[in-house]
């Protein structure tokens, strides 16, 4: 499956965010290469393709946890704090 990749951000919208790194037993799961595809939309405030990715990468493996913790940085730049928690 060919995965389309977004653009680096010219500016980053979230630095105050922690990139949420796929650990190396986890890096040849399915979905694990969308981890930095959703961050990069994040980073470009694209919110909506942000939680797309990292929820088209739960439903690749839903123990892609790092693809909850970008859920989490989604919800938080909406400011949906309990759906961040």
Do not use: C
Request: hydrophobic share 40%; proline share 8%.
């Amino acid at each position: 499956m060919r995965t389309v990749s977004a653009p680096a951000p010219k500016t980053v919208s979230h630095s105050e965010f922690v990139y949420p790194a796929v650990p190396s037993v986890l890096r040849d799961r399915p979905g694990a290469d969308l981890i930095d595809v959703g961050w990069r939309y994040l980073q470009n405030d694209d919110t909506r393709n942000a939680d797309r990715t990292f929820a088209q990468a739960l439903r690749r493996d839903p123990a892609l946890y790092p693809a909850r913790a970008g859920q989490g940085y989604v919800a938080l730049a909406k400011r949906e704090f309990s759906r961040a928690l």
